[in-house]
């Protein structure tokens, strides 16, 4: 079975810009959670969906949202970009049970 | 709130001796307890989980973990260490509601990189 798949790897945006990363779950995985890993802040959770609904969500502004297709893919965007987004965004995906993730995007904002 | 604190940033070991990386947990549920390595410019790949069924989980590679609720404890050992095993580690947790479903949000520990010589 393939694993947890991220597009793409890597990003070089600017401040101000907007981003939209990509991921596609393992097969038969409906639930989707993203997360952002930065030196200083470590791993931290962004939000959840299942079904194409967010069932949970973690404490980051509005900028970063998220949504999920009827086939279980899943799109992060984050708009108007800052420095401090610079990091790597890992994506997971679980059938209830653990998570596997994906390679991750590694975005850096210029 | 749950809540993890790796207790140590770093570790260094001999290559062929023991690995301890401790690991304390708070959770307001039973918990869902996991083992995370991850390798440079990798992914997190899966080591071991526990799920409240027995309290010592063997994983991959020859790594396990006992779960301590007394101790809210859950450390990660090999008895040997090998090279390749030079990675960043964390311990993972993600709370279960009072239906017993364990969701999406996994709050992870600082890591502990654990580092191997010759």
């Known amino acids: 079975k393939a694993g947890v798949t991220q597009t793409p790897r890597y990003l070089i945006k600017t401040r101000g810009q907007q981003v939209t990363l990509s991921c596609s779950p393992i097969s038969g995985h409906r639930s989707v959670s993203w997360y952002q890993q930065t030196p200083g802040q470590g791993l931290q959770f962004l939000f959840e969906?299942?079904?194409?609904?967010?069932?949970n969500k973690g404490n980051f502004p509005g900028r970063f949202s998220g949504r999920q297709f009827s086939n279980s893919r899943s799109e992060m965007n984050v708009s108007t970009l800052e420095l401090g987004d610079s990091a790597l965004y890992l994506c997971?995906?679980?059938?209830?049970?653990?998570?596997?993730f994906g390679p991750g995007t590694r975005l850096l904002v210029l | 709130a749950q809540s993890v604190t790796q207790l140590d940033s770093h570790v260094s070991v001999s290559e062929g001796t023991p690995v301890l990386l401790r690991c304390n947990y708070s959770s307001s549920y039973s918990p869902s307890l996991f083992w995370y390595v991850q390798h440079p410019n990798k992914g997190l790949q899966l080591l071991l989980k526990y799920t409240s069924a027995a309290t010592l989980v063997k994983g991959i590679n020859g790594f396990e973990a006992e779960f301590k609720k007394s101790e809210t404890s859950f450390h990660l050992t090999k008895p040997s260490a090998h090279m390749s095993d030079a990675a960043e580690y964390f311990c993972v947790v993600s709370d279960r509601n009072a239906g017993g479903t364990s969701y999406g949000k996994l709050t992870f520990g600082q890591g502990t990189i654990l580092t191997v010589h010759p």
């Open positions: 969906y299942f079904s194409e609904t967010q069932r």
């Open positions: 997971a995906s679980s059938l209830e049970g653990p998570q596997y």
